[in-house]
């Protein structure tokens, strides 16, 4: 799956669960009564802080819900909502970390409990254990008291939609989207499930939320406008919906591609600025260099290793062994 289509699931799931009034509902319905029972509900916030560290943020999203138990009002609890669309066998060392960087971020003789939640909407059944410990095959029962014991709460969304849990017609419509949204042949279930917004909410809720799902069909699939238009001119304001939504993301992918340029561009000429410091450098040390050896410089497209070289040329001592070290680095 590629890395924009992975971004559009994501995006889905946030712009709906991101929205306390639905994320209420989400753990209302969704999470076991024994622990539902004991939260009060009407604390629940969406936190702005997320327990995915800063280089892992291109690749890894969570949803941090923070609220209260009942009758302890310092008490403080997070639900930690890690979506999925692909099966992913280190899902629990992702979560462990997630865990880490929260605590290790309150510091506090009490620290808050965490409940790790994985929503699931791929196309495979989740094949996985949710105990942490699984991962570990120790030679002997003595070894596990060394071993973090948790374990995470596993959602999966065909599964809810097969056993029909009691639910909201945002939080049904959600799903049935979820699950379908992989199969070309099922789409005409998506377009059945907007109507349901439209039946049941007012309009102006039905219409955010249905501007939402298009958004996120037109971003995920490979239908086009006209085709996702043909299925909704029935609903109200539904060609404008899409044509305006289509607009945006036109709009959204010249932007990201003028950043992107803009980036490629900052990134090649910090590669030449290298180069040639290197090649100056060079030219210092040992006097006029040949002409082949400045070509084998600029073959190299790796800055940490121009860094590294220059960095050495001040320990060789004669311009064979540099060349030799050139020549090793335009190799990697």
Do not use: W
């Given at each position: 799956m590629s890395k924009k289509i992975s971004k559009a699931h994501d995006s889905f799931v946030k712009n709906i669960l991101g929205r306390e009034v639905y994320a209420r509902d989400f753990i209302r319905y969704y999470l076991p009564e024994r622990i539902t029972s004991q939260l009060d509900l009407d604390t629940l916030e969406v936190s702005s802080k997320s327990f995915v560290s800063d280089e892992l943020k291109e690749n890894l999203t969570d949803l941090v819900m923070s609220l209260q138990f009942k009758n302890r009002d310092l008490a403080e609890i997070y639900m930690l909502i890690e979506?999925?669309?692909?099966?992913?066998?280190l899902t629990k060392l992702q979560l462990f970390g997630y865990l880490n960087e929260a605590w290790q971020n309150k510091r506090k003789d009490e620290l808050p409990i965490i409940i790790p939640v994985v929503f699931y909407h791929g196309k495979k059944k989740w094949n996985y254990s949710l105990e942490f410990s699984d991962m570990f095959k120790p030679p002997g029962k003595h070894y596990f008291k060394y071993i973090p014991k948790f374990e995470h709460i596993l959602l999966q969304v065909p599964e809810i939609n097969k056993q029909k849990i009691k639910s909201t017609i945002v939080l049904e419509?959600?799903?049935?989207?979820?699950?379908?949204?992989?199969?070309?042949?099922?789409?005409?279930?998506?377009?059945?499930a907007m109507e349901l917004l439209f039946q049941g909410l007012q309009a102006e809720e039905a219409g955010e939320i249905f501007a939402v799902i298009v958004k996120y069909m037109l971003s995920a699939t490979d239908l086009t406008p006209e085709e996702v238009e043909e299925n909704v001119r029935h609903l109200p304001k539904g060609a404008d919906t899409v044509r305006t939504t289509a607009d945006v993301l036109r709009e959204e992918g010249k932007h990201e591609g003028v950043i992107i340029g803009e980036q490629q561009g900052i990134v090649k000429g910090e590669l030449k600025a290298t180069q040639e410091t290197l090649i100056d450098l060079?030219?210092?040390?040992?006097?006029?260099?040949?002409?082949?050896?400045?070509v084998k410089i600029k073959s190299i497209q790796s800055i940490e290793n121009?860094?590294?070289l220059n960095r050495k040329i001040i320990r060789t001592e004669s311009l064979d062994e540099f060349t030799e070290l050139v020549d090793r680095a335009a190799l990697n």
């Open positions: 979506h999925k669309s692909n099966l992913y066998h419509v959600f799903n049935l989207v979820l699950e379908h949204i992989f199969y070309p042949d099922r789409r005409d279930r998506i377009y059945k060079a030219v210092e040390v040992y006097g006029p260099i040949p002409d082949m050896l400045q121009l860094r590294a």
